[in-house]
């Protein structure tokens, strides 16, 4: 019986380690995002490239190039600011590495504000900013 109960015990204290280290993780995600918005929204975009470049460093390195520029996308689009994200074009400017372009698109004071990102090819992927556009 007391065995019985010492498994319960463990098996429970790993549920629960489980589920707060599962959430810890959430909100450090979820932080980063917050983070990338503020800078993003406060135009201090030269904050926002160690947070893109930190999460390019993050991808996994069996992706090929365009599954990397995909995944950014999506992390880029989940941001609550971000209004859409696409990719202009991929291995288009041709430096060594060779870069590619996305566009982020976030509302500021009523605006759409269109930032470009060049992203340098190397491994792992690189941000960068190349422009800004206030919209009307």
Do not use: R
């Not at 707060?20 to 959430?26: A, I, K, L």
């Not at 971000?82 to 590619?100: H, K, R």
Request: charged share 25%; hydrophobic share 40%; net charge negative.
């Amino acid at each position: 019986m007391k065995k019985m109960q010492k498994n319960l015990v463990i098996v429970g204290f790993i549920v629960i380690s489980t589920l707060v280290f599962g959430f810890v993780g959430c909100d450090k995600e979820k932080d980063k995002k917050e983070e990338f918005c503020l800078y993003l929204n406060s135009e201090n975009l030269d904050k926002t490239i160690p947070i893109l470049n930190d999460y390019l460093a993050g991808l996994k390195s069996k992706l090929d190039e365009e599954e990397k520029l995909d995944a950014l996308i999506k992390w880029l689009k989940s941001c609550p600011c971000v209004v859409d994200a696409t990719i202009l074009c991929v291995n288009c400017i041709y430096t060594m590495p060779a870069q590619s372009e996305i566009n982020i698109s976030f509302i500021e004071n009523g605006k759409t504000v269109v930032v470009v990102l060049d992203i340098l090819m190397s491994n792992p992927l690189k941000a960068g900013i190349c422009s800004i556009n206030h919209g009307e």
